[in-house]
T-cell receptor
């Protein structure tokens, strides 16, 4: 069965600094990969996803993630964060087979300071 | 366009009471799931369904029941509430593409407190 590891539970960073949120997964088959964001007291929103094709995927608000099959990673990066990026970020994986489960990591809380 | 609708938004139960959390989607998705979110533990899968009449257990199914009689609805039943079930519950419905979830849409959550 698939699993996801997010090693950093909290990442504090100053505004306009770069940030990387780490995600590693485990699976015996090919996978789809996702990053979801949860703003305070809200539900989850899809930030970006990797299904196939280019291993670098981007979101509309400046985040990007790169699928690295050899390192089984899907780290999320942003070159310059804003106060409004303060939120909890979840990495998730779905195996490409009929199990049809989406499994999440434990989340990383990004706190952006002025 | 309602998407995924969960009711209620908030609920307080006494230990031993039963209740049903409702989830409905209007996107004609085959796949639906229930998760619970607890601090430091992320979202953990409780039960999921790949279509009407088909359900399966996730990572933390004990104490919960589900059924899927229609494509649109996927209720979650707590049979005898316990304080350990205090959590925020999320319902999701999903696209699949030849095996595997290709995108999941979430409801706004139900905050449940068991006293």
């Amino acid at each position: 069965a698939q699993s996801v590891t997010q090693l950093d539970s909290q990442v504090p960073v100053f505004e306009e600094a770069p940030v990387e949120l780490r995600c590693n997964y485990s699976s015996s088959v090919s996978v789809y990969l996702f990053w979801y964001v949860q703003y305070p007291n809200q539900g989850l929103q899809l930030l970006l996803k990797y299904l196939s094709g280019s291993t670098l995927v981007e979101s509309i608000n400046g985040f990007e993630a790169e699928f690295n099959k050899s390192q089984t990673s899907f780290h999320l990066r942003k070159p310059s964060v804003h106060i409004s990026d303060t939120a909890e970020y979840f990495c998730a994986v779905s195996e490409r087979r009929d199990t049809d489960k989406l499994i999440f990591g434990t989340g990383t809380r990004l706190q952006v300071f002025p | 366009n309602a998407g995924v609708t969960q009711t209620p938004k908030f609920q307080v139960l006494k230990t031993g009471q039963s209740m049903t959390l409702q989830c409905a989607q209007d996107m004609n998705h085959e796949y639906m799931s229930w998760y619970r979110q607890d601090p430091g533990m992320g979202l953990r899968l409780i039960h999921y369904s790949v279509g009407a009449g088909i359900t399966d257990q996730g990572e933390v199914p004990n104490g919960y029941n589900v059924s899927r009689s229609t494509t649109e609805d996927f209720p979650l039943r707590l049979l005898s509430a316990a304080p350990s079930q205090t959590s925020v519950y999320f319902c999701a419905s999903s696209y699949g593409q030849g095996g595997g979830i290709t995108e999941a849409f979430f409801g706004q959550g139900t905050r449940l407190t068991v006293v």
